[in-house]
């Protein structure tokens, strides 16, 4: 399923976007509130892309490569994953490019993730957030998600167990 907005294009990711990924995917300070620290190996970027990949074609998730409508520009990524279509349910997340930060895309790539969220059924997504991750907070509370609860210790990474908060949103 492609989704178009105003100014972006989210297609339906494929394995050769691990390459478009690695910059990103290997920036410490855009890697700096995710599960993992950055990674700096190619060939695992395109594991876990391939991953992402079987994901989609088993129906447990659905991951997009955000392009600039002028120019094709890669920008990042976002998805619906842990689909359970019995709860109608997801989760969301996404993840910009450094040169992608403040320009809204997060806002109107996401719009339209729950947009299709909504028009294919799901009526609850959830989204986790490191804590200290005010931008990715203000940005799930713009698109209308209330904070539900705070995770202690729900990441390990870099041996320290970090903290999230849990957001949801009705549809």
Same mark, same amino acid.
């Given at each position: 399923?492609? #989704?178009?907005?105003?100014?972006?294009?989210?297609?339906?990711?494929?394995?050769?976007?691990?390459?478009?990924?690695?910059?990103?995917?290997? =920036?410490?300070? $855009?890697?700096?509130?995710?599960? $993992?620290?950055?990674?700096?190996?190619?060939?695992?970027?395109?594991?876990?892309?391939? @991953?992402?990949?079987? /994901?989609?074609?088993?129906?447990?998730? %659905?991951?997009?490569?955000?392009?600039?409508?002028? @120019?094709?520009?890669? %920008? *990042?990524?976002?998805?619906?994953?842990?689909? /359970?279509?019995?709860?109608?349910?997801?989760?969301? !997340?996404?993840?910009?490019?450094? !040169?992608?930060?403040?320009?809204?895309?997060?806002?109107?790539?996401?719009?339209? $993730?729950?947009?299709?969220?909504?028009?294919? *059924?799901?009526?609850?997504?959830?989204?986790?957030?490191? #804590? !200290?991750?005010?931008?990715? =907070?203000?940005?799930?509370?713009? #698109? @209308?998600?209330?904070?539900?609860?705070?995770?202690? !210790?729900? $990441?390990?990474?870099? *041996? =320290?167990?970090?903290?999230?908060?849990?957001? @949801?949103? %009705? #549809?």
């Amino acid at each position: 399923m492609i #989704l178009e907005t105003e100014r972006l294009s989210l297609r339906p990711l494929e394995v050769s976007d691990a390459a478009l990924l690695f910059p990103m995917m290997s =920036d410490a300070e $855009v890697m700096a509130h995710w599960d $993992v620290p950055e990674i700096d190996d190619p060939d695992l970027i395109a594991a876990i892309v391939a @991953g992402q990949v079987e /994901d989609m074609a088993a129906g447990r998730a %659905l991951y997009w490569a955000l392009r600039a409508l002028d @120019g094709e520009e890669f %920008l *990042g990524i976002c998805d619906l994953s842990d689909i /359970d279509r019995w709860h109608k349910r997801a989760e969301v !997340g996404f993840m910009l490019g450094r !040169g992608a930060w403040g320009q809204g895309y997060g806002l109107e790539a996401m719009r339209a $993730v729950i947009a299709h969220a909504a028009s294919s *059924g799901l009526r609850r997504l959830t989204a986790r957030t490191h #804590l !200290g991750n005010r931008r990715s =907070d203000a940005l799930l509370e713009k #698109l @209308g998600f209330t904070e539900e609860g705070l995770l202690r !210790g729900h $990441v390990l990474r870099d *041996g =320290d167990r970090r903290d999230c908060r849990l957001f @949801g949103l %009705l #549809l």
